[in-house]
């Protein structure tokens, strides 16, 4: 009987454990880490044996296949164990992609990746398609095949989670865009973190459909070099002959082989540039699956925006305080900084993974009044900043990030929370994050 070992107990794993178990494997899972009660709950429930704060070797090696929590890097001393003698390691995706035949509808990308797939899922499912939404947000996709029977799913994807996949396919792939992330994960090579991002189109026919950002400089530099089989859907600002969708007389439009798509740029629910091109792909990923143009652009005007990722959250004394936790690294930052309207008071800090603060150098010099250093260390930051913005004030909580802001910021400004970061040195996690500067922000 083929021994499936689920390493990390989170959301994939025990969903990757229970699809694991219904399919009649031989299952354990392990976690270094304490696993969270109700995923000891639902293990339990499926009779799924495991442990926690640690990984028993002896039950692990002897594996037929091992589905790894996207957290776990290849460089783990384990992983390189099991590669070493040559056990298969996947995602949870992976796995899940082999029991069904729901259609994949994935997107991936350094930035926008959670707001497209929501803003796709949005559309999907108020024109009455049986949707599921999974990966870096929803349930488990693993849970979800395990459980329920949707014909679609818009699946999120990580890097992390693509470095595990081989024989899955999506049936349309979106890449927004490419620009140096997690480089610490990927041996400080960014041409390794590319090549990650591009398997989302591995394993693609002309059947498939390839949706993409064509003036990305890192993607059309790839594509030059790529015999990518799937039919391409590219977009941009600007079209030229080839793109699919564009703005035109600040309409956006959408214009394929069937379908002439358009509706004003100004009536879209969530503004700025990077939001657009959002809009782009999951207009483009509604058209290829023949949704109602009504459908679509009901969708595209009344869809609510996604959580830390600059919503606004209350006025002050005449400021507004925004939250963009969401953005872990620089690019997310600069996209934040441009499309601020009055100067900022900008909290910025976290664990540092290998930045570079030249992109948004000169979006902070035009437009941040102040900054905020919230880490445990601060030494990038103010490497780099120190001797261009007179007013750099370090905290080490967010009470005191958000205190310092509300002493520091004039009438009329706006204090952006967009940390360039990720949040593991003072947070659990970059929701946490996020919560906590809203809490603050409400005590005030």
């Given at each position: 009987?083929?021994?499936?070992v689920?390493?990390?107990?989170?959301?994939?794993?025990?969903?990757?454990?229970?699809?694991?178990?219904?399919?009649?494997?031989?299952?354990?899972?392990?976690?270094?880490s304490?696993?969270?009660?109700?995923?000891?709950?639902?293990?339990?429930?499926?009779?799924i044996?495991?442990?926690?704060?640690?990984?028993?070797?002896?039950?692990?090696?002897?594996?037929?296949?091992?589905?790894?929590?996207?957290?776990?890097?290849?460089?783990?001393p384990?992983?390189?164990?099991?590669?070493?003698?040559?056990?298969?390691?996947?995602?949870?995706?992976?796995?899940?992609?082999?029991?069904?035949?729901?259609k994949?509808?994935?997107?991936t990308?350094?930035?926008?990746?959670t707001?497209?797939?929501?803003?796709?899922?949005?559309i999907?499912?108020?024109?009455?398609?049986?949707?599921?939404?999974?990966?870096n947000?929803?349930?488990?996709?693993?849970?979800?095949?395990?459980?329920?029977?949707?014909?679609?799913y818009?699946?999120?994807?990580?890097?992390?989670?693509?470095?595990?996949?081989?024989?899955?396919?999506?049936?349309?792939?979106?890449?927004?865009?490419?620009?140096?992330?997690?480089?610490?994960?990927?041996?400080?090579?960014?041409?390794?973190y590319?090549d990650?991002?591009?398997?989302?189109?591995?394993?693609?026919?002309?059947?498939?459909?390839?949706?993409?950002?064509?003036?990305?400089?890192?993607?059309?530099?790839?594509?030059a070099?790529?015999?990518?089989?799937?039919?391409?859907?590219?977009?941009?600002?600007?079209r030229?002959?080839?793109?699919?969708?564009?703005?035109?007389?600040?309409?956006?439009?959408?214009k394929?082989?069937k379908?002439?798509f358009?509706?004003?740029?100004?009536a879209?629910?969530?503004?700025?540039?990077h939001?657009?091109?959002?809009s782009?792909?999951?207009?483009?990923?509604?058209?290829?699956?023949?949704?109602?143009?009504?459908?679509?652009?009901?969708?595209?005007?009344?869809?609510?925006?996604?959580?830390?990722?600059?919503?606004?959250?209350a006025?002050?004394r005449?400021?507004?305080?925004?939250?963009?936790?969401?953005?872990?690294?620089?690019?997310?930052?600069?996209?934040?900084?441009?499309?601020?309207?009055?100067?900022?008071?900008?909290?910025?800090?976290?664990?540092?993974?290998?930045?570079?603060?030249?992109?948004?150098?000169?979006?902070?010099?035009?437009?941040?009044?102040?900054?905020?250093?919230?880490?445990?260390?601060?030494?990038?930051?103010?490497k780099?900043?120190?001797?261009?913005i007179?007013?750099?004030?370090?905290?080490?909580?967010?009470?005191?990030?958000?205190?310092?802001?509300?002493?520091?910021?004039?009438?009329?400004?706006?204090?952006?929370?967009?940390?360039?970061?990720a949040?593991?040195?003072?947070?659990?996690?970059?929701?946490?994050?996020?919560?906590?500067?809203?809490?603050?922000?409400?005590?005030?």
């Amino acid at each position: 009987m083929n021994r499936i070992v689920i390493l990390g107990g989170g959301e994939s794993g025990a969903g990757a454990a229970i699809l694991a178990k219904k399919q009649g494997f031989d299952v354990f899972l392990s976690d270094l880490s304490e696993i969270k009660p109700k995923y000891k709950t639902l293990l339990n429930e499926y009779g799924i044996v495991w442990e926690e704060k640690q990984h028993s070797e002896e039950k692990i090696l002897n594996a037929t296949e091992v589905i790894k929590s996207p957290g776990i890097p290849d460089k783990a001393p384990l992983i390189k164990k099991l590669y070493a003698q040559g056990t298969p390691v996947i995602s949870e995706i992976e796995f899940a992609g082999r029991f069904t035949n729901a259609k994949m509808i994935c997107i991936t990308g350094s930035n926008g990746k959670t707001t497209t797939t929501m803003l796709t899922y949005h559309i999907l499912t108020k024109a009455g398609l049986n949707v599921g939404l999974a990966g870096n947000v929803g349930n488990s996709l693993a849970l979800q095949v395990a459980n329920e029977n949707f014909d679609y799913y818009v699946v999120e994807l990580s890097s992390f989670q693509l470095d595990g996949m081989t024989e899955f396919k999506a049936d349309i792939a979106i890449l927004l865009n490419i620009t140096p992330d997690h480089l610490d994960r990927y041996d400080y090579n960014f041409q390794n973190y590319v090549d990650s991002k591009f398997r989302i189109t591995q394993n693609q026919t002309k059947e498939d459909a390839f949706i993409f950002w064509e003036n990305d400089p890192v993607i059309k530099a790839e594509l030059a070099k790529r015999n990518i089989q799937s039919t391409m859907y590219p977009f941009a600002i600007e079209r030229n002959e080839k793109t699919k969708a564009f703005i035109e007389k600040d309409e956006l439009i959408i214009k394929t082989l069937k379908t002439l798509f358009t509706m004003p740029q100004s009536a879209l629910a969530i503004q700025g540039l990077h939001n657009t091109y959002n809009s782009m792909a999951a207009g483009l990923t509604a058209t290829v699956l023949n949704v109602k143009k009504e459908n679509i652009r009901e969708s595209l005007m009344d869809f609510q925006g996604v959580e830390h990722r600059l919503e606004y959250v209350a006025t002050v004394r005449n400021v507004r305080y925004i939250n963009d936790s969401k953005a872990t690294n620089v690019n997310s930052c600069w996209y934040a900084l441009q499309s601020m309207k009055t100067n900022v008071v900008l909290i910025l800090g976290g664990t540092d993974k290998g930045n570079d603060y030249s992109e948004i150098e000169k979006l902070v010099l035009a437009k941040a009044s102040a900054l905020i250093f919230m880490g445990v260390d601060n030494s990038a930051l103010h490497k780099y900043f120190d001797g261009k913005i007179a007013n750099i004030v370090d905290v080490t909580s967010m009470n005191e990030a958000v205190n310092a802001a509300y002493n520091i910021a004039k009438q009329g400004e706006s204090v952006l929370l967009s940390p360039c970061c990720a949040s593991f040195d003072l947070f659990q996690n970059y929701e946490d994050r996020g919560k906590q500067f809203k809490s603050c922000v409400r005590n005030l």
